[in-house]
């Protein structure tokens, strides 16, 4: 058989079916998105429950709607009858995943998640189902065929509900108006945390560990403010301490061959006036941002007189594994 054509096959089945849940997404969606908002802001939370495939399933999407703020855990019908139903509390949303829609653990456990108060959405591929008749709501999962070469095996079926959990959860995170600082205060051990917790304050460079000079220095005093403290550029700043202007080991190098006498210059000849700035407040994600797209390997840190505090070196980045 040539595996990377029957490899390709699969996929686009598997894509097919996604493309057909897309298709029958209705009014069952938008509820379902606002019942589960309703469970959040009321304090309950999310119980997903599923046989079989379903469970890893019911994991992976109840993983992710924790690490985006909506509190989500898993519930096996078979332990709930067996004094696990105890973790459901009025107010919580109960997704219940069975593409047959006929499950009888889950049919088992409806009685009483409603005795518990609970709302129950059925994630399943029959509409006419009982899970779906004795659902408070219903989204609608089904392929055209799983990838099983006997359409027995579930592959469609549960990739397209793994995506559907994914359109819930990321659907919700919109709906609550969570940002991109919530996300990270719930992976405060990550890079992705480390990126979007850390403030300029954080990584930036400050007191003696500054390269700095008066605007009336000369460029030799640039050179030795470098060196001291092994930095790739100096901050030009007044009297007020209000900063003029940047120089860096790079306009240095680029000016020696015209200009073997630089290094009497007076600073503010060869400076670059008015240069990029940052605010210590600012997130460290965003001063990436800045790094990447304008090919620069420092940044000076002004408060809101535009008085120099501190200064961001490129090279302290890696360091701090927020690069």
Do not use: W
Request: charged content about 25%; aromatic content about 4%; hydrophobic content about 45%.
């Amino acid at each position: 058989m040539d595996c990377l054509a029957r490899g390709r096959q699969i996929l686009d089945i598997e894509a097919e079916g996604i493309r057909n849940v897309r298709s029958l997404l209705n009014a069952g969606f938008t509820a379902a998105i606002e019942r589960l908002r309703q469970c959040i802001e009321c304090g309950g939370k999310i119980v997903l429950t599923g046989v079989g495939k379903n469970i890893p399933i019911a994991e992976k999407i109840a993983a992710t709607f924790s690490s985006t703020g909506a509190p989500a855990v898993v519930l096996n019908p078979v332990q709930a009858l067996h004094g696990d139903v105890g973790i459901l509390a009025k107010n919580d949303v109960l997704l219940a995943l069975s593409y047959s829609g006929a499950s009888e653990e889950i049919l088992n456990l409806l009685p009483h998640a409603r005795r518990c108060g609970c709302h129950v959405i059925a994630l399943t591929g029959e509409a006419q189902g009982p899970l779906a008749q004795f659902s408070d709501g219903m989204i609608f999962v089904t392929v055209p065929a799983e990838a099983c070469p006997f359409n027995l095996a579930p592959t469609a079926s549960t990739t397209a509900t793994l995506a559907i959990g994914d359109a819930l959860a990321m659907t919700l995170l919109e709906a609550r108006g969570f940002q991109r600082e919530d996300y990270a205060r719930l992976h405060p051990g990550g890079a992705i945390g480390r990126r979007l917790l850390l403030r300029v304050s954080d990584i930036m460079r400050c007191g003696e560990r500054v390269a700095k000079i008066d605007c009336c220095d000369l460029v030799k005093d640039a050179v030795l403010a470098m060196t001291r403290v092994q930095a790739g550029a100096v901050a030009v700043v007044d009297s007020d301490n209000r900063l003029m202007g940047v120089f860096t080991d790079g306009d240095l190098r680029r000016r020696l061959t015209d200009d073997p006498d630089i290094m009497q210059r007076p600073i503010a000849e060869v400076m670059t006036r008015d240069p990029l700035t940052v605010n210590a407040n600012q997130l460290a994600v965003d001063v990436l941002a800045v790094f990447e797209q304008r090919k620069i390997d420092d940044l000076p840190v002004i408060d809101g007189d535009h008085r120099l505090v501190g200064i961001i070196d490129i090279q302290d980045l890696p360091k701090l594994k927020i690069l």
